[in-house]
Protein backbone atom coordinates (compact mmCIF):
# COMPACT_ATOMS: atom_id res chain seq x y z
CA UNK A 1 0.00 0.00 0.00
CA UNK A 2 1.57 3.30 -1.03
CA UNK A 3 1.78 6.32 1.49
CA UNK A 4 -1.28 7.88 -0.26
CA UNK A 5 -3.43 4.81 0.27
CA UNK A 6 -2.50 4.65 3.58
CA UNK A 7 -3.57 8.44 4.44
CA UNK A 8 -6.44 7.57 2.79
CA UNK A 9 -7.14 4.26 4.39
CA UNK A 10 -6.53 5.60 7.64
CA UNK A 11 -9.13 8.66 7.66
CA UNK A 12 -11.66 6.74 5.68
CA UNK A 13 -11.54 4.76 9.05
CA UNK A 14 -11.77 7.70 11.82
CA UNK A 15 -14.72 8.86 9.19
CA UNK A 16 -16.88 5.57 9.33
CA UNK A 17 -16.58 5.80 13.13
CA UNK A 18 -17.42 9.84 12.90
CA UNK A 19 -14.19 10.64 14.71
CA UNK A 20 -12.04 13.59 13.27
CA UNK A 21 -8.49 12.73 12.83
CA UNK A 22 -7.65 16.15 14.76
CA UNK A 23 -9.28 13.53 18.07
CA UNK A 24 -7.48 10.85 17.17
CA UNK A 25 -4.20 12.42 17.43
CA UNK A 26 -5.34 13.53 21.13
CA UNK A 27 -4.77 10.24 22.19
CA UNK A 28 -0.69 11.36 22.15
CA UNK A 29 -1.61 13.83 25.24
CA UNK A 30 -1.58 10.63 27.41
CA UNK A 31 2.12 9.34 26.76
CA UNK A 32 4.35 11.19 29.12
CA UNK A 33 7.55 11.65 27.93
CA UNK A 34 6.58 11.17 24.12
CA UNK A 35 6.55 14.56 22.42
CA UNK A 36 4.34 14.82 18.85
CA UNK A 37 4.13 17.68 16.23
CA UNK A 38 2.40 18.83 13.16
CA UNK A 39 4.28 21.52 10.72
CA UNK A 40 2.62 23.04 7.67
CA UNK A 41 5.49 23.35 4.42
CA UNK A 42 6.84 26.60 6.35
CA UNK A 43 8.09 24.83 9.12
CA UNK A 44 4.77 26.23 11.17
CA UNK A 45 3.68 24.41 14.17
CA UNK A 46 -0.19 22.90 13.24
CA UNK A 47 -0.83 20.85 16.16
CA UNK A 48 1.73 19.69 19.48
CA UNK A 49 0.30 16.98 22.02
CA UNK A 50 0.26 18.15 25.81
CA UNK A 51 4.00 16.80 26.17
CA UNK A 52 5.25 18.92 23.65
CA UNK A 53 3.68 22.00 25.71
CA UNK A 54 5.22 21.39 28.85
CA UNK A 55 8.79 20.39 27.66
CA UNK A 56 8.41 23.85 26.49
CA UNK A 57 7.30 25.63 29.59
CA UNK A 58 3.98 26.78 27.95
CA UNK A 59 0.49 27.27 29.12
CA UNK A 60 -1.33 25.91 26.40
CA UNK A 61 -1.62 24.08 23.07
CA UNK A 62 -2.39 27.78 21.36
CA UNK A 63 0.75 29.04 22.41
CA UNK A 64 2.41 27.18 20.17
CA UNK A 65 0.15 27.18 17.05
CA UNK A 66 1.64 29.41 14.19
CA UNK A 67 5.12 29.44 15.88
CA UNK A 68 8.58 27.92 14.29
CA UNK A 69 11.50 26.50 15.80
CA UNK A 70 13.03 29.17 16.40
CA UNK A 71 10.80 31.22 18.54
CA UNK A 72 10.90 27.86 20.93
CA UNK A 73 14.61 27.11 20.35
CA UNK A 74 18.09 28.26 20.56
CA UNK A 75 19.42 28.86 16.94
CA UNK A 76 22.04 25.76 16.86
CA UNK A 77 19.26 23.59 17.22
CA UNK A 78 16.59 25.51 15.43
CA UNK A 79 18.36 26.04 12.27
CA UNK A 80 19.44 21.55 12.49
CA UNK A 81 15.48 21.06 12.95
CA UNK A 82 14.41 23.30 9.95
CA UNK A 83 17.71 21.64 7.57
CA UNK A 84 16.23 17.99 8.21
CA UNK A 85 12.24 19.21 7.78
CA UNK A 86 13.57 20.37 4.18
CA UNK A 87 14.54 16.70 3.64
CA UNK A 88 11.25 15.60 4.83
CA UNK A 89 9.30 17.81 2.35
CA UNK A 90 11.10 16.62 -0.20
CA UNK A 91 9.78 12.76 0.52
CA UNK A 92 12.32 11.54 2.94
CA UNK A 93 11.70 9.78 6.22
CA UNK A 94 13.84 10.25 9.10
CA UNK A 95 13.70 7.24 11.23
CA UNK A 96 14.88 6.90 14.97
CA UNK A 97 17.59 9.43 14.26
CA UNK A 98 19.36 10.39 18.18
CA UNK A 99 19.44 14.31 18.53
CA UNK A 100 19.50 17.02 21.13
CA UNK A 101 15.69 18.04 21.93
CA UNK A 102 15.94 21.67 23.61
CA UNK A 103 14.02 22.45 26.64
CA UNK A 104 12.53 25.26 28.17
CA UNK A 105 15.30 25.34 31.15
CA UNK A 106 17.78 25.99 28.62
CA UNK A 107 19.24 22.14 28.20
CA UNK A 108 18.96 19.67 25.82
CA UNK A 109 18.06 15.95 26.15
CA UNK A 110 19.35 12.97 23.89
CA UNK A 111 16.18 11.82 21.84
CA UNK A 112 15.20 9.57 19.50
CA UNK A 113 13.71 11.44 16.89
CA UNK A 114 11.40 10.03 13.62
CA UNK A 115 9.85 12.35 11.15
CA UNK A 116 7.45 11.84 8.00
CA UNK A 117 6.20 14.18 5.23
CA UNK A 118 2.18 15.10 5.19
CA UNK A 119 0.50 14.49 2.12
CA UNK A 120 -2.49 16.08 0.86
CA UNK A 121 -5.47 13.71 -1.31
CA UNK A 122 -3.35 14.18 -4.23
CA UNK A 123 -0.55 13.13 -2.74
CA UNK A 124 1.30 16.17 -2.81
CA UNK A 125 3.46 16.97 0.19
CA UNK A 126 2.49 19.62 2.58
CA UNK A 127 4.01 19.34 5.90
CA UNK A 128 5.75 17.37 8.20
CA UNK A 129 4.33 15.21 11.18
CA UNK A 130 7.38 13.88 14.10
CA UNK A 131 7.57 12.74 17.37
CA UNK A 132 10.19 11.93 19.71
CA UNK A 133 11.22 10.89 23.16
CA UNK A 134 14.58 11.02 25.41
CA UNK A 135 16.66 8.16 25.41
CA UNK A 136 16.87 6.29 28.78
CA UNK A 137 20.00 7.06 31.23
CA UNK A 138 21.38 10.00 29.01
CA UNK A 139 21.38 13.52 31.50
CA UNK A 140 20.45 16.89 29.98
CA UNK A 141 23.18 19.07 28.18
CA UNK A 142 23.33 22.69 29.16
CA UNK A 143 23.19 24.75 25.80
CA UNK A 144 23.92 27.98 26.96
CA UNK A 145 26.51 29.93 27.93
CA UNK A 146 26.39 29.72 31.59
CA UNK A 147 25.98 25.88 31.01
CA UNK A 148 27.25 24.83 34.18
CA UNK A 149 25.27 27.32 36.01
CA UNK A 150 22.33 25.48 34.42
CA UNK A 151 23.41 22.39 34.71
CA UNK A 152 23.83 22.64 38.48
CA UNK A 153 20.17 24.16 38.57
CA UNK A 154 18.79 21.39 36.65
CA UNK A 155 19.93 18.98 38.96
CA UNK A 156 19.55 20.92 42.18
CA UNK A 157 16.39 22.86 41.60
CA UNK A 158 14.29 21.05 44.64
CA UNK A 159 17.50 22.07 47.24
CA UNK A 160 18.19 25.14 48.27
CA UNK A 161 20.21 26.71 46.52
CA UNK A 162 21.83 30.01 46.51
CA UNK A 163 23.73 32.49 44.60
CA UNK A 164 27.27 31.50 46.22
CA UNK A 165 26.44 28.14 45.62
CA UNK A 166 26.18 28.63 41.60
CA UNK A 167 29.52 31.43 41.97
CA UNK A 168 31.79 28.76 43.24
CA UNK A 169 30.24 26.02 40.59
CA UNK A 170 31.12 28.34 37.85
CA UNK A 171 34.00 29.53 39.20
CA UNK A 172 32.98 33.35 38.81
CA UNK A 173 32.38 36.10 41.80
CA UNK A 174 28.88 36.09 42.71
CA UNK A 175 28.44 39.57 41.58
CA UNK A 176 30.27 38.49 37.90
CA UNK A 177 27.64 35.03 37.79
CA UNK A 178 24.53 37.54 38.29
CA UNK A 179 25.40 39.97 35.75
CA UNK A 180 25.93 37.81 33.57
CA UNK A 181 23.04 35.49 34.10
CA UNK A 182 20.92 38.50 34.08
CA UNK A 183 22.31 39.75 30.47
CA UNK A 184 21.96 35.99 29.49
CA UNK A 185 18.44 35.26 30.62
CA UNK A 186 16.90 38.75 31.24
CA UNK A 187 15.99 37.39 34.90
CA UNK A 188 17.80 36.70 37.94
CA UNK A 189 19.42 33.24 39.04
CA UNK A 190 16.91 33.46 42.33
CA UNK A 191 14.05 34.20 40.44
CA UNK A 192 15.29 31.67 37.41
CA UNK A 193 14.73 28.78 39.88
CA UNK A 194 11.86 29.71 41.45
CA UNK A 195 10.29 29.67 37.76
CA UNK A 196 11.56 26.45 36.91
CA UNK A 197 10.30 24.69 39.94
CA UNK A 198 7.18 25.60 38.91
CA UNK A 199 7.28 24.55 35.30
CA UNK A 200 8.74 21.44 36.99
CA UNK A 201 6.09 21.16 38.82
CA UNK A 202 3.70 20.83 35.97
CA UNK A 203 4.62 17.44 34.51
CA UNK A 204 3.43 15.91 37.91
CA UNK A 205 0.86 17.93 38.30
CA UNK A 206 -0.68 16.37 34.52
CA UNK A 207 0.55 12.95 34.57
CA UNK A 208 0.59 11.87 38.33
CA UNK A 209 -2.14 11.60 40.71
CA UNK A 210 0.04 13.06 43.48
CA UNK A 211 -1.49 15.34 46.59
CA UNK A 212 -0.37 18.89 45.43
CA UNK A 213 1.67 18.72 48.93
CA UNK A 214 3.57 16.27 47.94
CA UNK A 215 4.87 17.38 44.43
CA UNK A 216 5.07 21.11 46.63
CA UNK A 217 7.68 18.61 48.78
CA UNK A 218 9.41 16.98 45.62
CA UNK A 219 9.80 20.41 43.93
CA UNK A 220 11.73 22.34 46.36
CA UNK A 221 8.68 24.50 47.83
CA UNK A 222 8.61 25.11 51.69
CA UNK A 223 4.84 23.72 51.96
CA UNK A 224 1.77 23.53 50.00
CA UNK A 225 0.79 27.27 50.55
CA UNK A 226 3.72 28.44 49.10
CA UNK A 227 3.28 26.22 46.34
CA UNK A 228 0.23 27.70 45.20
CA UNK A 229 1.34 31.24 45.77
CA UNK A 230 4.23 30.59 43.27
CA UNK A 231 2.68 28.69 40.62
CA UNK A 232 -0.75 31.58 40.92
CA UNK A 233 1.68 34.12 40.25
CA UNK A 234 3.38 32.71 37.08
CA UNK A 235 0.70 30.75 35.80
CA UNK A 236 -2.26 33.15 35.65
CA UNK A 237 -4.36 30.07 37.95
CA UNK A 238 -3.76 27.64 40.94
CA UNK A 239 -2.48 24.11 40.91
CA UNK A 240 -5.41 22.70 41.12
CA UNK A 241 -6.91 24.39 38.73
CA UNK A 242 -4.07 23.81 36.37
CA UNK A 243 -4.35 19.67 36.77
CA UNK A 244 -8.23 20.02 36.12
CA UNK A 245 -7.83 21.98 32.76
CA UNK A 246 -5.79 18.89 31.70
CA UNK A 247 -8.02 16.03 32.99
Known amino acids: MTSKARESHTVGILQRIGAAPSEALEVFDYLADVLLWLKDATGRYQWVNLPFVLNFGLKSRIDLLG ?6 C ?15 L ?21 CSTSKIPLRDRDGRVVGTVGITHPLPGEPPVAESPLST ?30 R ?10 HDYIRQLRVRMSCHALVFTRKSLAKVAAEFGFADQS ?17 RNRFK
Open 67 to 72: RTDFDI
Open 74 to 88: GLALANQYRLDDERV
Open 90 to 110: QGERITARVELVGRFDHTARW
Open 149 to 178: AIRYISEHYAESITHSDLAAACGLSIRTLE
Open 180 to 189: QFMATYHTSP
Open 226 to 242: HFTREFRRLQGETPLAY
